[in-house]
């Protein structure tokens, strides 16, 4: 436990890679602040996701890296879950909040109603199909609750009275509906500490949950929690600053934050996402200051951190454009552009994280700034596992090399 791990990062993958290499290093965390993880909507995913569940195995350490998150499930078969767009959406776990509809067969379905923007029982009952029927009940108590935003509204059910309470007005609108339902969905609403509907469906008698709903909603924020309690109990310590910069310090790594603190370690792990999370820029050439033409062509996308790392895909590095004015922006990203390059490019690395520039001397990278990885949240996780794992390693290695020379 003499040898440091540094992770940059504090989403899914780098909270990953903190679990992992926290097993068997001292481990700090560096977090620059909310990432596109807090933006997850709930549905989980290895693949991305089609047209029907998915029901890939989970690998062993993903499994128990969900238990220490807490409020995931990821069933043998795949979910089926339910989206505030209308959509029956199939994926390979869930956030334990939402309801998952894969279970119920062909029973009927409440859609509760409730007076809240984006949600519409009726329009969803009709989109969803004709299992899902729309349910008169009381869910708001307070006036201000139609214009809360979900994560507000969520948070309200944390209290073990509220959800009480709602337990009473979902169970007076079963009994005087007269329909035979086998379970009931709701808009974003149940907790935000914790998962509230296992406790809800308890207490109403029959499964609840919620749909999906827009991203930065209830369900980010309690990764967050889950997170902040899994690293606490690992013992990880946290940094709260922007890292800015990677470099070699002598035999081992420093990274520089935005402070102008210094924390060396003797093993990185990047994780600060990609292009959404801040861990890439769209910066084409036309973005350089000219009067003219760009003074050089130049790869429409770069790393966020000063690092001696270089972007990629299709396992070689980025070629510079044949024109000043970069790569058409429309050949990008999808739906312009099947195999898009937005959709693979990141760090190079190899199976393990690993950076190939160096050689895999203590620079690992993880989640979505790696190239060539489905953009997906269970991916995130696992990749962050095995580079967490690694650099553990490389960090024991160094430090059974320092002591032999010692």
Not at 131 to 140: C, G, H, I, K, S
Not at 301 to 323: H, M, N, T
């Amino acid at each position: 436990m003499s040898r440091q791990v540094i992770v940059i990062g504090a989403g899914v993958a780098g909270t990953g890679a903190a679990i992992a290499a926290a097993a068997s290093a001292r481990t700090t965390v560096i977090d620059g602040g909310t990432g596109a993880s807090t933006l997850s909507t709930g549905a989980i995913d290895l693949a991305p996701w089609a047209h029907a569940p998915e029901s890939a195995s989970i690998p062993e350490e993903v499994q128990q890296a969900l238990e220490r998150l807490g409020g995931y499930v990821v069933p043998d078969g795949g979910s089926l879950v339910l989206t505030s767009a209308g959509i029956a959406r199939p994926a390979r776990g869930h956030d334990a909040a939402l309801l998952d509809v894969a279970p119920l067969a062909s029973g009927r379905v409440g859609v509760v109603r409730c007076d809240r923007s984006g949600w519409d029982a009726d329009a969803l009952a009709r989109a969803w199909g004709p299992r899902y029927q729309p349910l008169d009940a009381t869910v708001m108590r307070l006036s201000d609750e139609r214009v809360l935003p979900d994560a507000d509204f969520a948070a309200r059910h944390d209290d073990e009275d509220r959800l009480g309470w709602l337990a009473e007005r979902l169970r007076d609108a079963l009994s005087h509906s007269g329909r035979a339902l086998s379970a009931l969905v709701l808009p974003p609403a149940l907790g935000v500490e914790r998962a509230r509907a296992e406790a809800l469906s308890k207490r109403v008698g029959m499964p609840c949950g919620e749909a999906i709903g827009m991203p930065g909603g209830p369900s980010g924020l309690r990764f967050e929690r889950g997170r902040d309690r899994a690293l606490s109990s690992a013992g990880v310590v946290r940094v709260r600053a922007r890292a800015t910069k990677i470099d070699r310090a002598g035999s081992r790594w420093s990274v520089v934050t935005d402070g102008a603190d210094t924390h060396e370690g003797d093993a990185v792990v990047l994780a600060t996402g990609g292009l959404i999370g801040g861990g890439f820029e769209y910066a084409p050439s036309e973005t350089m200051l000219a009067s003219v033409l760009p003074p050089r062509a130049r790869a429409p996308i770069r790393l966020a951190i000063e690092a001696p790392l270089s972007i990629g895909s299709r396992g070689r590095p980025l070629e510079l454009p044949g024109s000043l004015f970069g790569i058409p922006p429309e050949s990008l990203s999808w739906p312009f552009a099947a195999d898009a390059l937005f959709d693979r490019a990141g760090l190079l690395v190899d199976e393990n994280g690993a950076a190939t520039e160096t050689g895999g001397l203590g620079l690992f990278a993880a989640g979505e700034i790696t190239a060539d990885e489905p953009r997906t949240w269970l991916a995130a996780l696992w990749s962050g596992l095995r580079a967490g794992a690694a650099a553990a390693r490389e960090a024991s290695q160094r430090g059974a090399e320092a002591r032999s020379i010692a």
